[in-house]
T-cell receptor, first 112, second 112 residues
Framework: KAGVTQTPRYLIKTRGQQVTLSCSPI?????VSWYQQTPGQGLQFLFE???????NKGNFPGRFSGRQFSNSRSEMNVSTLELGDSALYLC???????????FGQGTRLTVV | QKEVEQNSGPLSVPEGAIASLNCTYS??????FFWYRQYSGKSPELIMS????GDKEDGRFTAQLNKASQYVSLLIRDSQPSDSATYLC????????????FGAGTILRVKS
């Protein structure tokens, strides 16, 4: 059974640019959540999508957005990148959102 | 007060010993509890979930939950050097929209 797939694995962007990250959940999983991991803040919840609807959002500025498609694949977008956005971005999928969540390999974003 | 607290460690145990990892949480209505293992440079890997008071065993791993004390722990029996990693405790409260709230993690080092 294929796991959660995130692309790309690594990204280097310049301040002010925007970036789009992609996540393909485990087959049959309808909930996709996104997390940011940094050494200083640990793992922080960004948002969760279920059946193409955002059900919950963390305490991040509006520059962070996402969406989910009808096949449950999800994308997150960060606009006007700042140096502090450098982090490991993780996607997790679960069947319904309140069950076990499985993480993808992550996308390592570096903003220079 | 942090919502989920873990001792950052490092916790050092000799090979073959029992490693005991602890986690406390502040929200009394939390319903789901998870332990993830994260190797350096990798994404978190789910190793245990527990939803009701008591013990849950899976191979060398035992999760223990005490909701009255707001305490969850993970025991690793017969610790191996390959168990050396950061162990993340995560708590989910359904009323808050299925987001996982993570502790900062405990670094475990198993010495051969």
């Amino acid at each position: 059974k294929a796991g959660v797939t995130q692309t790309p694995r690594y990204l280097i962007k310049t301040r002010g640019q925007q970036v789009t990250l992609s996540c393909s959940p485990i087959s049959g999983h309808r909930s996709v959540s996104w997390y940011q991991q940094t050494p200083g803040q640990g793992l922080q919840f960004l948002f969760e999508y279920f059946s193409e609807t955002q059900r919950n959002k963390g305490n991040f500025p509006g520059r962070f957005s996402g969406r989910q498609f009808s096949n449950s694949r999800s994308e997150m977008n960060v606009s006007t990148l700042e140096l502090g956005d450098s982090a490991l971005y993780l996607c997790a999928s679960s069947r319904s959102g309140n069950t076990e969540a499985f993480f993808g390999q992550g996308t390592r974003l570096t903003v220079v | 007060q942090k919502e989920v607290e873990q001792n950052s460690g490092p916790l050092s145990v000799p090979e073959g010993a029992i490693a005991s990892l602890n986690c406390t949480y502040s929200d009394r209505v939390s319903q789901s509890f998870f332990w993830y293992r994260q190797y350096s440079g990798k994404s978190p890997e789910l190793i245990m979930s527990i939803y009701s008071n008591g013990d849950k065993e899976d191979g060398r791993f035992t999760a223990q939950l005490n909701k009255a004390s707001q305490y969850v722990s993970l025991l690793i029996r017969d610790s191996q050097p390959s168990d050396s990693a950061t162990y993340l405790c995560a708590v989910m409260t359904w009323e808050y929209g299925n987001k996982l709230v993570f502790g900062a993690g405990t670094i475990l080092r198993v010495k051969s």
